[in-house]
């Protein structure tokens, strides 16, 4: 009886520690410094982002600049920059036709999708 009694309370620590801190853990891998620091200077971010994609040098370097990218092109900034922006990381990170880029940058920034990022549908 007092195993069993040993073995929930182990179970209920050990599931309460995971419900308390591994989403903070998980929020810090997505949000670090660096990663954020490349988010604020979209430039810099495409450049070392093209680069590690012919050449790593830095590994942590390189994921840091695609997280950031791969933020970039899924941000809600449907302005025009917003726009321009999302369309540049997309392709940068996404390995698809540019018809495909702008029908999702279209889905996710009109609403009724009854136009297209140029005029009306037809």
Same mark, same amino acid.
């Given at each position: 009886m007092k195993f069993k009694k040993l073995v929930i309370i182990s179970f209920t620590? *050990?599931? /309460?520690?995971f419900i308390v801190f591994i989403p903070s853990i998980f929020s810090h891998l997505k949000n670090t410094p660096q990663i954020n620091y490349y988010i604020n200077h979209p430039d810099l971010t495409y450049k070392t982002f093209s680069q590690c994609k012919l050449r790593v040098d830095d590994?942590?370097?390189?994921?840091?600049?695609y997280s950031a990218a *791969?933020? /970039?092109a899924d941000s809600d900034d449907c302005s025009l920059t917003g726009i321009a922006s999302k369309r540049r990381f997309k392709k940068l990170v996404e390995d698809s036709k540019e018809k495909v880029i702008d029908d999702e940058i279209v889905n996710d920034c009109i609403p009724n999708n009854n136009k297209t990022l140029i005029g009306e549908k037809n």
């Open positions: 620590i *050990v599931i /309460l520690f590994v942590n370097e390189c994921y840091s600049a *791969v933020s /970039l």
